[in-house]
């Protein structure tokens, strides 16, 4: 009989101690404090800039925070955070009931978090700055992260559905609603600033482009 509620059941998981806390009263701690981080990001570009640059500020704020912050416990906390009862490890054992990989130490989740942590966490945190002192590297820097974002949440689901083991507990709240929808918006979002960013450098080509045609005009 399993000693953990993690699939698959026989997943070797000797430190695990149940969470001391309602998931509600952690996830409501957890929202309210990723909600702050979004509403404060938000807020700093002045009234009148476009919708799309508050929304980034905002994103890049909240994926910041986690890779440096959430996903930054997990990689030094992750040999005994299966028994610790602290806020963040708490969310940890309550989200890997949709991936048990997590607390089993699997290669690839552990390489994937190391990689977040020390490249697109600080480099999440420098486009938020470019995008608030209106830096020429803004958009350069949003293309490298939402491409590594899809590129890695790809990697994620992918090495996850392709193997034979399901990591997942079957109940839809652990599947849909934690391994798909919480993942999500990493796989769509960046889509829609990667088009933003784009356009941005097309536009800045074109405009060189008139202007040195006037120049020669002259």
């Known amino acids: 009989m399993a000693s953990h509620p993690y699939y698959p059941p026989t997943a070797a998981i000797p430190l695990y101690t149940p969470n001391a806390t309602p998931t509600i009263q952690t996830i409501a701690i957890f929202g309210a404090i990723v909600g702050a981080v979004v509403v404060v990001a938000y807020n700093v570009l002045p009234t009148g800039s476009r919708f799309i640059d508050r929304f980034s500020a905002s994103w890049f704020a909240l994926c910041a925070f986690l890779h440096l912050c959430f996903e930054g416990y997990y990689v030094v906390h992750r040999a005994e955070i299966a028994g610790m009862n602290t806020l963040f490890a708490q969310l940890w054992k309550e989200y ?15 390489c994937i978090e190391y990689i977040t942590l020390i490249c697109w966490g600080p480099l999440s945190l420098l486009t938020l700055l470019a995008i608030i002192k209106k830096h020429d590297l803004r958009h350069p820097l949003q293309i490298i992260v939402c491409t590594a974002h899809l590129y890695g949440v790809a990697l994620y689901y992918a090495t996850s ?7 997942s507990r079957p109940e839809a709240l652990y599947y849909w609603v934690y391994y798909v929808g919480f993942n999500a918006p990493w796989a769509t979002v960046p889509f829609w600033l990667l088009w933003d960013s784009v356009g941005a450098i097309s536009n800045a080509f074109k405009a060189s482009r008139e202007l040195e045609g006037s120049r020669k005009n002259i």
């Open 96 to 110: 890997t009931l949709s991936d048990s990989r997590y607390l089993t130490l699997d290669t690839f989740t552990v």
């Open 161 to 167: 559905e392709m193997d034979v083991t399901s990591y």
